[in-house]
T-cell receptor, first 111, second 120 residues
Framework: TQLLEQSPQFLSIQEGENLTVYCNSS?????LQWYRQEPGEGPVLLVT?????EVKKLKRLTFQFGDARKDSSLHITAAQPGDTGLYLCAGHYNQGGKLIFGQGTELSVKP | EAGVAQSPRYKIIEKRQSVAFWCNPI?????LYWYQQILGQGPKLLIQ????????DSQLPKDRFSAERLKGVDSTLKIQPAKLEDSAVYLCASSLAGVRAGPPPDNEQFFGPGTRLTVL
């Protein structure tokens, strides 16, 4: 069974704090994606990482793909209330294969 | 460009009743996906179509769930009869490229807002 485990499952922080969300698997990904989902909406793609060791930045969000392509992290600097939402990692274990989602990290940023 | 449309947005039924969901993908997108997202979990793929053919339905409970995409455009997902554990958000997504496409942006999936189903 191919499992994607995210941690933490819930995170409640104050505005201005930093946070990191982790996504781990025992299998190698061909590509990994991070999504953000707001209540009543579908997930929206934030970033895709393909190369081991790859780092991508999207404003205050930094995404890292592990060297072995089995894990990834999402770091948010100076979190804002607008960052509140469900963050999902999802991976393809092989090209053309189905997208497997983690269980998500529910982030709440309080003003 | 219009996004993925789904209807209804909410549905409440009693167990053993039937229900159907409709999805209209982004125009020109070859691949259409139905996902089930149970509260507190990530989406789980139920079925994937490329044009009007089924690519993957390995996780579709075929004794009660069915889906079709007859003309290769819009799609319906049906549950008959519904069980309590079917309560979830049903998400539809579409992507431009076919199954053998590389990683995004080639096969980026665009999600609709989902249909929240409550089975009482």
């Amino acid at each position: 069974t191919q499992l994607l485990e995210q941690s933490p499952q819930f995170l409640s922080i104050q505005e201005g704090e930093n946070l990191t969300v982790y996504c781990n698997s025992s299998s190698v990904f061909s590509s990994l994606q991070w999504y953000r989902q707001e209540p009543g909406e579908g997930p929206v793609l934030l970033v895709t990482v393909v190369t081991g060791g790859e780092v991508k930045k999207l404003k205050r969000l930094t995404f890292q793909f592990g060297d072995a392509r089995k894990d990834s992290s999402l770091h948010i600097t100076a979190a804002q209330p607008g960052d509140t939402g469900l963050y999902l990692c999802a991976g393809h274990y092989n090209q053309g294969g189905k997208l497997i989602f983690g269980q998500g990290t529910e982030l709440s940023v309080k003003p | 460009e219009a996004g993925v449309a789904q209807s209804p947005r909410y549905k409440i039924i009693e167990k053993r009743q039937s229900v159907a969901f409709w999805c209209n993908p982004i125009s020109g997108h070859a691949t259409l996906y139905w996902y089930q997202q149970i509260l507190g979990q990530g989406p789980k793929l139920l079925i994937q179509f490329q044009n009007n053919g089924v690519v993957d339905d390995s996780q579709l409970p075929k004794d009660r769930f069915s889906a079709e995409r007859l003309k290769g455009v819009d799609s319906t997902l049906k549950i008959q009869p519904a069980k309590l554990e079917d309560s979830a958000v049903y998400l539809c997504a579409s992507s431009l490229a076919g199954v053998r496409a590389g990683p995004p942006p080639d096969n980026e999936q665009f999600f609709g807002p989902g249909t929240r189903l409550t089975v009482l």
